[in-house]
């Protein structure tokens, strides 16, 4: 285990691919949080008192969220994809013939970059976010109630989008298709639940992007019918990351 690991770690940090989608996260996520931000300091004496009501100071900072997933979800996808699509995996298998040492030490190592990479990005992008909220007093401390647990919560988000891409990746082998599908599930998946929201809003509680509005987000957006509450979005994460384990551990476990 300990030489697998060390094998996918050097060929995840010698992908080119790994420093643009996480550029790519940096650049959307950060930089349109902080565009948000500034756009509610710049404007705060004239806004309407239904629009301040709404504003979260911690959920305002990860607008970009929304954006900055998708990168890290083709992080996921390409740490295995890669290696389907150039053929490697042969060689990958010759030196690990053990499937399952080789699913989890991969899985190890795209997690553990992910979750530090989230947990970074969604600190930065709140303290960010916070330093321009401060010239109207507007901004929140990490020691106020429930906003740790928020940024934590969104940059563990994050590391679950990716896991999911990982799994999704192990699953269909290949890069455009694995794409294709975290795609679907981030942006499309909350258009179709609105549109069955006429017979249920189950639907709307069990897609993964409203689970990261309330889980990022200190206010009580949950009271909105289609939200989910902030133990079922967590609960929505975990039934996400474990089908998608579970599906690429069962193809990875068949053959090559």
Known sequence: MTAALH?????????????LTMLC??????????????????????????????FDPVGDSFTGLVFAQLAFG?????????EY???????????????????????????????????????????????????????????????????????????????????VGAFLRHTAAGIAVMFGVIFLAWPAARALE???????????SNAADVLGQVHALAVKPRLPSLGLAYLDLLIYLVAALVLGSWRTSRDA
């Open 85 to 167: 699509g150039t053929g490697m995996i042969q060689t990958t298998l010759a030196a690990t013939p053990r499937r399952g040492i080789l699913y989890i030490a991969k899985a190890v190592v795209v997690g553990t970059v992910a979750l530090l990479l989230g947990e970074t990005f969604a600190f930065g992008t709140f303290l960010l976010g916070q330093a321009v909220l401060t010239t109207n007093h507007l901004d929140v401390s990490l020691t106020d109630p429930g906003v740790l647990r928020a940024v934590s919560s969104a940059g563990l988000y994050l590391w679950v989008v990716a896991m999911v891409g990982y799994g």
């Open 25 to 54: 996260a940096l650049a959307l996520g950060t930089g349109l949080g902080f565009l948000d931000t500034t756009s509610v300091a710049h404007h705060w004496t004239t806004m309407s008192a239904q629009d301040r009501a709404a």
């Open 74 to 82: 083709v992080l996921g996808v390409l740490a295995i994809s890669t």
């Open 7 to 19: 094998a996918e770690w050097i060929k995840l940090r010698s992908l080119r691919s790994t420093y």
């Open 198 to 208: 006429t017979w249920s809003y189950l639907p709307d509680k069990l897609v993964l």
